[in-house]
Nanobody
Framework: VQLQASGGGLVQAGGSLRLSCAASGFTLNRYTIGWFRQAPGKEREGVSCINSSGGTTSYIDSVKGRFTVSRDYAKNTVYLQMTSLKPEDTAVYYC???????????????????WGAGTQVTVSS
């Protein structure tokens, strides 16, 4: 079971990036997928998540209205579209898969079952 987040990069404030979370060896479609980020010296925090049906999503307040999570079942991929990026969005972003359903807030990092390597997002001011 391997997850891989990709799509990070260096972007100016106000810019956009789309992160992708792909899996090899298993289907993401049955899992809740969460996007998490970790900035230097800070704890890993949940950013957004989407349940297996795609019908329920959740976001932390700081990204609401700017980030959108979605999933493409045919491509076995989950996306995080990030717009109006701010320097405080700078972090390594990870995707994770888990069985816990999205009920209100996203699952905590410890509640996710599978993790992939992260992708660096750097937003310059």
């Amino acid at each position: 079971v391997q997850l891989q987040a990709s799509g990070g990069g260096l972007v100016q404030a106000g810019g956009s990036l789309r992160l992708s979370c792909a899996a090899s060896g298993f289907t993401l479609n049955r899992y809740t997928i969460g996007w998490f980020r970790q900035a230097p010296g800070k704890e890993r925090e949940g950013v957004s998540c989407i349940n297996s049906s795609g019908g329920t999503t959740s976001y932390i307040d700081s990204v609401k209205g700017r980030f959108t999570v979605s999933r493409d079942y045919a491509k076995n991929t989950v996306y995080l579209q990030m717009t109006s990026l701010k320097p405080e969005d700078t972090a390594v972003y990870y995707c994770a898969a888990g069985w816990r359903r999205v009920v209100g807030a996203c699952p905590r990092p410890g509640e996710m079952d599978y993790w992939g390597a992260g992708t660096q997002v750097t937003v310059s001011s």
